[in-house]
């Protein structure tokens, strides 16, 4: 059997274009410990807590209105006792597709499966900081 990369999806009341702007302002909705730019393809971006994670991204494929694909080029997660660089080399997918009235937003992080040291901790954080963070940000962003 094979394992599957960790994902959730979020339904919301707003446009498609709207999900995907609000994507693109990390921020406000992931984080402030953020340089970069996220405007553009091949743009990149650093996110880094100090002590105990480090990733730069690259904006590697956009579809306005309906996908956002991030490549991590590099990373460091320093609580890790194995391989400190396990998102290396992963990809964070956000598609955006209408249901009805409502946008569904599914998320998936390409590579981050069950048997990385980080999988537990990891699909804790993006459980929290998309389910809660992105979709209260979209939701007061669509009011």
Not at 18 to 29: A, R, S, T
Not at 91 to 114: A, N, R, W
Not at 122 to 132: D, H, M, Y
Request: glycine residues 4%.
């Amino acid at each position: 059997m094979k394992n599957q990369s960790f994902s959730t999806s979020i339904g919301l009341d707003a446009a498609p274009h709207v999900v995907f702007e609000c994507i693109k302002d990390i921020p406000i909705w992931w984080t402030r410990d953020f340089e970069g730019s996220t405007a553009n393809l091949n743009a990149e971006f650093v996110i880094c807590h100090p002590g105990s994670h480090y990733s730069k991204q690259k904006l590697v494929e956009i579809i306005p209105g309906k996908k956002i694909v991030w490549l991590v080029t590099e990373s460091t997660l320093d609580w890790l006792e194995k391989d400190k660089s396990e998102w290396t080399n992963t990809k964070m997918v956000f598609e955006i597709t209408s249901q009805g009235d409502k946008t569904l937003l599914h998320f998936t992080h390409e590579g981050l499966v069950p048997e990385k040291e980080c999988y537990i901790r990891c699909s804790e954080g993006w459980t929290t900081v998309i389910i809660q963070r992105l979709f209260n940000y979209i939701k007061r962003h669509t009011v």
